[in-house]
T-cell receptor, first 112, second 115 residues
Framework: GEDVEQSLFLSVREGDSSVINCTYT??????LYWYKQEPGAGLQLLTY?????DMKQDQRLTVLLNKKDKHLSLRIADTQTGDSAIYFC????????????FGTGTRLKVLA | DSGVTQTPKHLITATGQRVTLRCSPR?????VYWYQQSLDQGLQFLIQ???????AKGNILERFSAQQFPDLHSELNLSSLELGDSALYFC??????????????FGEGSRLTVL
C-alpha cells in the first residue's frame, strides 16, 4: 500500500547541516514535497521536486531524490534555531488519483 | 497566512457527541483535503473533494463524513466521538487538479479534544 516513512526526531547544533530522510512506496508519484510545520501552525510548503529530477537546490535547501530506492532527503545547510520545526515528506500523484500521502514528520531540534 | 480558514480553532466535547469542523479554501481553489494529525500517527489523509464531488478517500472512519458545498467551503462531521478522535484536523486546498506543482495550502487546524 501507500506509505511514507520518516524518522521521528533529529537534533543538530546551530550552524551544522541537517539531513532529513524519507522513503516512499508509490512509484506513480508526480511530485515529492517537503512541508514545514512550526509550533501551533499549519503546514507550509518548503520545497518540492519533480519525480524525474535527481536533485534540486534552493538557497540553504538541497533535495535529493533516488527513484530506484524510493528515497528522498532534505539537507538544510547552516541550520539555525528558526529551522526548529516538524518536517513532513509527502508524495503526490497529480496524474491519476490526485492523492497526497504524508509521512509521520521529523521533529528537528536545533541546539544553540 | 495561507488563505485557508478553519473554524473552530479549538473544540472540547464529550464522548458520544457530534461536532462539525468548517473549512473555507483559498479563493479560486477547487480542491479541499482533510487530514487528521495525531501524536502517534502523523498526518493521516481522510478525504478529498473537488468542485463539490468526492474524489479520494483515505483512512476515514464511518462515523466521519464530509461534504463540499457549492460555494466550495467544506465541512467535516465527526459523530459518536471517542477519546481516540482527539487530534488536530487540518484542511488544505489546492488549485485545479493537474495544474502546477500541486502545492497544498493548509489552514491552521481545528484542535479537537474529546473528554
Amino acid at each position: 500500500g501507500e506509505d511514507v516513512e520518516q524518522s521521528l526526531f533529529l537534533s543538530v547544533r546551530e550552524g551544522d547541516s541537517s539531513v532529513i530522510n524519507c522513503t516512499y512506496t508509490d512509484s506513480s508519484s508526480t511530485y515529492l514535497y517537503w512541508y514545514k510545520q512550526e509550533p501551533g501552525a499549519g503546514l507550509q510548503l518548503l520545497t518540492y521536486i519533480f519525480s524525474n529530477m535527481d536533485m534540486k537546490q534552493d538557497q540553504r535547501l538541497t533535495v535529493l531524490l533516488n527513484k530506484k530506492d524510493k528515497h528522498l532527503s532534505l539537507r538544510i545547510a547552516d541550520t539555525q534555531t528558526g529551522d526548529s520545526a516538524i518536517y513532513f515528506c509527502a508524495e503526490g500523484d497529480l496524474s491519476g488519483t490526485y492523492k497526497y500521502i504524508f509521512g509521520t514528520g521529523t521533529r528537528l531540534k536545533v541546539l544553540a | 497566512d495561507s488563505g485557508v480558514t478553519q473554524t473552530p480553532k479549538h473544540l472540547i466535547t464529550a464522548t458520544g457527541q457530534r461536532v462539525t469542523l468548517r473549512c473555507s479554501p483559498r479563493s479560486g481553489d477547487l480542491s479541499v483535503y482533510w487530514y487528521q494529525q495525531s501524536l502517534d500517527q502523523g498526518l493521516q489523509f481522510l478525504i478529498q473533494y473537488y468542485n463539490g464531488e468526492e474524489r479520494a478517500k483515505g483512512n476515514i472512519l464511518e462515523r466521519f463524513s464530509a461534504q463540499q458545498f457549492p460555494d466550495l467551503h467544506s465541512e467535516l462531521n465527526l459523530s459518536s466521538l471517542e477519546l481516540g478522535d482527539s487530534a488536530l484536523y487540518f484542511c488544505a486546498s489546492s488549485v485545479e487538479q493537474g495544474v502546477g506543482t500541486g502545492e497544498l495550502f493548509f489552514g491552521e487546524g481545528s484542535r479537537l479534544t474529546v473528554l
